[in-house]
């Protein structure tokens, strides 16, 4: 099955951190674009980041300023830095291998921000 691998999910402090990572199926190279999206419960899925296998970066209005993704070549491997974390950053997260006419998606990780 072709499908990416998240990691890193867990509980977060309001204000603290936490590190995600997706191992995607395929080369960052031969990939549109890597990205992450995110599900809080009652709410649609919601736009994070993404990255292109040239280097090109988007974020989402609500993580600007707060979230990093970036990528390590040598390990074939996409993080999500999340910082100064917030409660509504709630939600699973999910890495999205996108290609021009299909994409594949990993299982998730929860992720809980809560004192």
């Known amino acids: 099955q072709v499908q990416p691998v998240e990691s890193g999910g867990g509980l977060g402090q309001p204000g603290g951190s936490l590190r995600l990572s997706c191992a995607p199926s395929?080369?960052?190279?031969?990939?549109?674009?890597v990205g992450w999206y995110r599900q809080a419960p009652g709410k649609q899925r919601e736009f994070v980041a993404d990255m292109t296998s040239d280097g090109k970066i988007s974020y989402g209005d609500s993580v600007k300023g707060r979230f990093t993704i970036s990528r390590d070549n040598a390990k074939n491997t996409v993080y999500l830095q999340m910082n100064n974390l917030k409660p509504e950053d709630t939600a699973v997260y999910y890495c999205?291998?996108?290609?021009?006419?299909?994409?594949?998606w990993g299982q998730g990780t929860q992720v809980t921000v809560s004192s």
């Open positions: 395929g080369s960052i190279f031969s990939i549109w674009a």
């Open positions: 999205s291998e996108k290609y021009s006419d299909y994409d594949y």
